[in-house]
């Protein structure tokens, strides 16, 4: 299987996923430069952490209108599965792939450290694997995660179970203290309509070997692995 | 008779009223601490100032409207208004939607 990891300018987690799907899962990894315009080879996109050009602007803002992002859009929209992890995340809700936008952190300090996040929807191609309510102890590493959307909004994601993952404490609990930058709702990644696109603020790719502190985020890759294998690779179109 | 590339268009992007800043709040709350307590609220924003090259006021305006719309602004959060020449556009709630893109 083809993981294609996304290389903008200012990336800085594009190793980390390419390290995650080729060392750690034995799988196949296209880097693939944003000013570059095909995905057709590739069964599953990540869009990877970091600060792409800078974060000049707004996050994701300027990465929104990289050439590669007219494929990322033609990937999700024939259904192949996409994953924005942190400022990845971003560029999708700029996009307009996926809802909301961020916020400045509540507290306005970046936050670097373990969290837990509750998984809460398992048909994504991301948490086919995982079961209702588990916990995942992965990293936080972000300035600007405050997710935010109107309320009519957010109660249009609840009513479609759009919300996959919210900050919650050990056991599964979505309370206020276990609410690392002020999300609405505790979330921490929602999906698009179709539910092959998903975003979030935690880092799974840094969570992939037990010995450098967690490999909980592993079973978001190997979700789509299953989910692929189960369902056949896309067609290229 | 204006010559092309002399209209500058002014840009203001700000948090709509009803989106929470945060940067906004520290700096109030360093007001207080300064002993300015009739500073009842701070929100923060972003000013932008554009060269353009165009023949009227009104491509100005046109022009820094699609721009701040598409580019400047988050319509999911942020709202901007524009000054061009004398002219001034308020623009509360952005709605053009230039890719197609639902948000």
């Known amino acids: 299987m083809t993981f294609a990891v996304v290389v903008f300018p200012g990336s800085n987690c594009d190793h980390e996923a390419q390290y995650m799907a080729e060392t750690v899962l034995g799988q196949q990894v296209r880097m693939v430069w944003h000013k570059e315009t095909s995905l057709s080879d590739v069964d599953v996109v990540i869009l990877p952490g970091g600060f792409s050009h800078g974060d000049y602007l707004r996050t994701g803002a300027i990465a929104r209108f990289s050439p590669i992002m007219g494929a990322v859009k033609a990937f999700a929209e024939r259904g192949g599965p996409v994953i924005g992890i942190c400022n990845g995340f971003q560029i999708l809700q700029e996009s307009g792939l996926l809802p909301g936008a961020m916020l400045r952190n509540r507290d306005l300090r970046f936050h670097c450290e373990y969290i837990s996040i509750r998984v809460d929807q398992t048909d994504t191609p991301f948490t086919t694997l995982c079961t209702p309510g588990q916990v995942l102890r992965v990293p936080i590493s972000h300035g600007e995660g405050n997710f935010f959307a ?6 249009q994601l609840e009513k479609d ?19 690392p930058n002020g999300s609405v709702a505790n979330i921490a990644g929602v999906c698009n309509e179709r539910r092959n696109v998903v975003g979030l ?5 840094r969570a992939s070997e037990r010995r450098l502190g967690s490999d909980d985020g592993l079973i978001l890759f190997r979700s789509a692995m299953d989910a692929l294998a189960t369902r056949g690779a896309l067609q290229a179109v | 008779m204006i010559q092309e590339g002399e209209l500058k268009a002014r840009v203001f992007v700000t948090l709509k ?10 700096i109030m709350e360093a007001l207080h601490s300064l002993g300015y307590d009739q500073a009842a609220d701070v929100r923060q924003g972003k000013y932008f100032l554009l060269d353009l090259n165009v023949p009227s006021v009104a491509d100005a305006e046109k022009m820094a409207a699609e721009i701040a719309d598409r580019v400047l602004a988050n319509p999911v959060i942020e709202s901007f208004k524009i000054e061009v020449a004398d002219a001034t556009i308020e623009v509360a709630d952005a709605t053009i939607d230039v890719d197609g893109a639902a948000k």
């Open chain 1, 150 to 155: 109107e309320t009519s909004v957010i109660d």
């Open chain 1, 161 to 179: 179970r759009r919300v996959i993952f919210r900050y919650s404490n050990v056991h599964g609990e979505a309370i206020e203290a276990a609410n």
């Open chain 1, 201 to 205: 603020m935690p880092h799974p790719e």
């Open chain 2, 17 to 26: 009223p009803s989106v929470f800043d945060p940067q906004g709040r520290a």
